[in-house]
């Protein structure tokens, strides 16, 4: 499970359905998860988390430099990468903010389910059907 956020999609109490069949095109190369806000280096087209990428020019002297093909480049030649973001936006995830959560659907659409408590009305309204 990502415990991450994309933009203003929360990763958090879901998980992706079928992940291991999700496009390695789809994965940071530095955590190697789907791409959390991903960030393209316009210089060299790779693509990263926003989160890995910053951790990984934090941690080197002298210079940022891709992590990938070693290319240097500067914050003007970061931007958002939006056909992954708009990709990931479309997978399947399930709810697991509660243990009897039966919510299925488009990541996208997980924040409204969040949003509005849709998994713990759900678990309530089961407790009172079982009384």
Known sequence: MNENQLGDLSYQNMKFLNEESISQFLHCPICKKIFNNPKRLLLCGDTFCEKCLQASRSKKKGGNKCFVCGQSYSQEHIQDDLIPK?????????????????WVGILQEHKIHIQNNECIEQTGQEKQQKK
């Open 86 to 102: 708009k990709i990931i936006e479309d997978l399947r995830v399930q709810c697991t903010r509660t243990k009897d959560c039966q």
